[in-house]
């Protein structure tokens, strides 16, 4: 069964990474861009792991008490034994767990991921292999051109206006898919007057 991809706001969320190696720093890596609270606990920290900014760093085997007030971890240590100890702690506290490699260990899997500002895709096989999910996250981020990430946020800035001025849903819609429509054809280089003459000639329409 393929797994279903939720989406979850975890911004300001405690995450603890138990290891230091390179898998590890790479969860770091694309973790702190989604603005939680990271803290690696390990006897070693690669280089990779100590160029990450924002996180912190615990230079000590980790111990099952400093996983109690984490919103989810990642086990990648090299001792399996221990992996299998904090996946069953977790489970145990109902913290989500992902150990690195071993599917039946894990509560949640972490997929290959673009981002591009706003825009975010997660890419997964459910566990089956994580090469054909990497393949296809980075055929998304070939074929996604660069400025669709400032045409989301643009329209996010936009929703509050159009919301106020524009008394119906179905004229909304008409009004985004406008906007988008052009964004994309100028490359995002329409400028806001245009914007505003848009929305004011379906708010006269009204």
Do not use: W
Not at 11 to 32: D, F, P, Q, S, Y
Not at 182 to 197: H, P, Q, R
Request: a neutral charge; proline letters at 3%; glycine letters at 6%.
């Amino acid at each position: 069964m393929a797994y279903f991809p939720f989406f979850i706001d975890i911004e300001n969320k405690n995450c603890t990474i138990a290891g230091g190696g390179i898998v590890a720093a790479r969860k770091a890596e694309m973790l702190i861009q989604f603005g939680c609270n990271i803290t690696v606990i390990s006897p070693f920290f690669c280089q990779e792991m100590q160029q990450v900014e924002g996180i912190k760093l615990i230079n000590r085997k980790i111990e099952l008490t400093d996983l109690e007030n984490s919103f989810f971890v990642i086990a990648a240590t090299n001792d399996t034994q221990v992996n299998a100890e904090i996946s069953s702690f977790c489970r145990s506290k109902n913290i989500l767990v992902n150990v690195v490699d071993v599917m039946e260990e894990c509560s949640f899997i972490f997929p290959s991921i673009y981002k591009n500002k706003t825009i975010v895709a997660g890419v997964t096989t459910s566990g089956k292999s994580p090469q054909v999910s990497a393949l296809v996250g980075k055929t998304i981020a070939k074929n996604v051109p660069h400025y669709y990430g400032d045409i989301a946020e643009r329209l996010g800035t936009l929703r509050p206006i159009i919301k106020e001025q524009i008394s119906t849903q179905l004229k909304r819609k008409e009004v985004f898919s406008t906007i988008l429509d052009k964004m994309i054809k100028t490359e995002n280089k329409i400028s806001d007057e245009e914007i505003e003459n848009i929305i004011r000639g379906q708010k006269n329409e009204n």
